[in-house]
């Protein structure tokens, strides 16, 4: 398939068939991931494969209990490591302070993200389907014990991978002219911006079941894959969104789907992880 249109047709899997990821697939996998860009080449990164079921199950509940994690046959969990680079460097009597930079920080993070982007792409055109899983930012601390992580490693994302079950078909995107630019900065009326977004969600009141097919598949797919004992995870989010009486796509995704008070909060402990990871860097309020 053309690489434009294989592009335009992935979406996040998360039911995957009870068959594992060939070896050399894998090893593929792994060699894209390991050969995309780095910031000034020095790929301060390292991939975890995870695939006994154990670990699995272990790495699902750090996430946030999210089913798919423990279903899929193989999760990578990719992490920044300083820890390798300052050896190397201390090997040679020289210092690297890439922990106390939130400069190496963002370039390590956007190196992790390419790479596992190109193993998206490749294993998307070997007939797998995946699924980033980014809630491990919240269990750093769990996730780092469990997985042996000397300091300056620090995992900042899953990526799960398998054979695809099913493949939701209807999530969908902003129109292009919401995003690109042209030359300069163009900033939207409210107007234009409250039409891109209602574009892109539609109406929130149409079908709540369908809307949230598009806008929360993760609580779809939860229910199916592993059932509440109190109810259904689509039930709880609608009973939130009566509770909240909410009417926009944007109170659906700021006060139901992402509590901007929990964000802030989780803050607050991403920081405590990062500076038992051995992250010491100022951050904006240090200034
Ligand atoms: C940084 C990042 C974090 C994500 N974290 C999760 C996650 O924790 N659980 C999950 O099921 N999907 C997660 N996703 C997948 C998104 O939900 C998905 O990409 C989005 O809904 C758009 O759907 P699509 O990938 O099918 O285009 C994440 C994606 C990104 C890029």
Redesign the pocket.
Known sequence: MDLYDLMMKR??V?SFEDRPVPEDVLDELLDAAVNAPSGGNIQPLSIIVVEEPAARAELAEM?GR?PWVANAPTSLVFCIDFHRVMRWAAAFDVEFRGQESLLSFLIAYADIMCAAQNVVVLAESRGLGS?????ILSSIEHAREYFAMPAHVLPVMVLSLGFPKSV?RN?PKLDRHAVVHSEKYAARSDDEVRDDFERKYGSIDEDVDRYLERAYV?AVERDKQAPRDDGSWVGDVKRRMQKLEVKSNAEFLFRVRYPQDLMVRFNRDLVRALEGAGFDFPLVKDR
């Open positions: 979406r996040s998360r996430v999210q699924v980033y899983v980014g809630t939701p999530i993760e």
